[in-house]
């Protein structure tokens, strides 16, 4: 087993069950989950981690062509690659989301680092149009 394992914690969003006890995530659906808090977080936001998160907001502005993309996709692997160590990003690929012209939408895959499995999740970044 690889010294880095995949953990438990609150469940992200964090919810409660029936007799109002917050839910917890474990495995690979918390390492998904912290991937969203990560890419949701800006940095500054976090008190006592200020440099914690992937800044996506900066790109708010920003035309949504090529060059956005590749920024946006470097920003993404180089936050996962500083703030998740559970997982190796395998690629990145932003492209305009095609449900939402204002929007870029990034497919993340990555491997978990303690069973070598391989998973994806898309992730949508605001962007002007």
Known sequence: MNSVTMGRGISWPPRVDGDGRLLLSADADNVREAIQVILLTEPGERVRLPEFGAGLGRFLFEPNIP???????????????RWEPRIRVAQVAVDPDPAEPQAALATITYRLVSTGQQASMNFTIPVAS
């Open 67 to 81: 060059a956005t993309h590749i920024a946006i996709a470097r920003r993404i692997s180089q936050s996962l690659m």
